[in-house]
């Protein structure tokens, strides 16, 4: 049986990690499902951090990761053909702004690698990426 491999969004790792009540059963269905390898970004460690030196997440980077690898979670890190998919990303001309670059660069490595992105964030409709899955 072919495995499914899930990259995702920085915001459904830390509501994993508080036991947000926005962990929906369609998203830990996701997440407890034995078919599906779950990847993490490095953009989401880096984007961790910063939130966390600027007070604004109460988990570090540091401590991202370690609840990443205790979840089994896979570490995908950045590379160079993420970063030529990044260059291709369009939006739709109709579509709110969207400026994060760590949403950018987390939805090209999974578009790059082929991966299923499972994000809770509206703004990735803008971007008709077959790869997004919102939960």
């Known amino acids: 049986m072919r495995r499914n491999e899930i990259l995702l969004d920085t915001h459904i790792i830390l509501w994993a ?8 059963h ?6 407890l499902n034995p078919n599906n390898d ?7 460690m880096w984007e961790v951090q910063i939130k966390y030196d600027r007070k604004k997440l109460p988990v570090s980077g540091i401590e991202f990761m370690h609840y990443c690898e205790e979840s089994g979670y896979h570490k995908l890190p950045i590379d ?3 970063v030529k998919e990044l260059a291709g990303l369009e939006r739709d001309e109709a579509a709110p702004p969207h400026s994060d670059p760590f949403d950018r660069i987390i939805l090209s490595q999974a578009k790059a690698e082929g991966f299923t992105f499972l994000t809770h964030d509206p703004f990735f409709r803008g971007y008709n990426e077959p790869c997004v899955v919102e939960v």
Request: proline share 0%; aromatic share 12%; net charge positive.
């Open 17 to 24: 990690i508080s036991k947000d009540k926005r962990l929906t």
């Open 26 to 31: 369609k998203i830990r269905s996701y997440l």
């Open 38 to 44: 779950i990847y993490y970004s490095i953009a989401s």
């Open 80 to 82: 160079d053909l993420h």
